[in-house]
């Protein structure tokens, strides 16, 4: 058998690298709605299906174009790069190299969140009709933590976002909770 020539880069490494990217994106989504970071789903059930939704968005550039293909061209990038520091230098300038490209890939992590965020248009919502807010009131639901609805409310006007969140009990709404196109929200 191969000896591996990094001996902290196995299989246990790479997949907690992958969840706190996981966790990273949930928390520039959250904090783009302004959502505390403790409303991030730690699960790993959870976090599978973030990848999931991650590679879907780098297949089919859900989010800004711009955004899509600085990714894809990022990516490309380094790994030529690393391809190129393999076969002509040593280890050394390898493992430099994996080092800075996963924390710059950390903060590209947050960074993707937010982009998600700020490109969503289609968002949960209670109806109207339902009475759980007042009429003055309009809220999305971007995140459901703990079988529990994080709203945020927004004015339905600008599409502005306003201060503050609500958490209720997805049980104790009495209505079923609708998707609706609302356009993109802004801060």
Avoid at 48 to 75: E, T
Wanted: hydrophobic share 50%; aromatic share 14%.
């Amino acid at each position: 058998m191969k000896e591996n020539k990094i001996p902290w880069v196995n299989l246990a490494t790479i997949g907690t690298y992958l969840y706190v990217v996981s966790v990273l994106i949930q928390f520039g989504f959250n904090r783009y709605f302004g959502i505390p970071a403790s409303f991030i789903e730690s699960s790993i059930r959870a976090n599978v299906v973030n990848f999931y939704v991650l590679i879907m968005d780098l297949l089919h550039i859900k989010f800004d174009l711009w955004g899509g293909l600085f990714l894809a061209a990022l990516l490309i990038l380094i790994g030529l790069v690393l391809s190129f520091f393999y076969y002509k230098y040593h280890r050394k300038a390898l493992i430099i190299i994996i080092i800075l490209f996963t924390l710059v890939l950390l903060h590209i992590s947050v960074s993707y969140g937010e982009l998600r965020a700020k490109n969503l248009i289609t968002f949960s919502v209670v109806p109207e009709s339902c009475g759980i807010f007042s009429l003055e009131e309009t809220y999305v639901m971007p995140v459901i933590y703990d079988n529990k609805g994080v709203f945020v409310q927004y004015d339905k006007a600008t599409n502005k976002l306003l201060n503050g969140f609500l958490v209720k009990e997805l049980s104790d709404i009495p209505c079923k909770i609708e998707t609706k196109d609302l356009g993109r929200l802004i801060q």
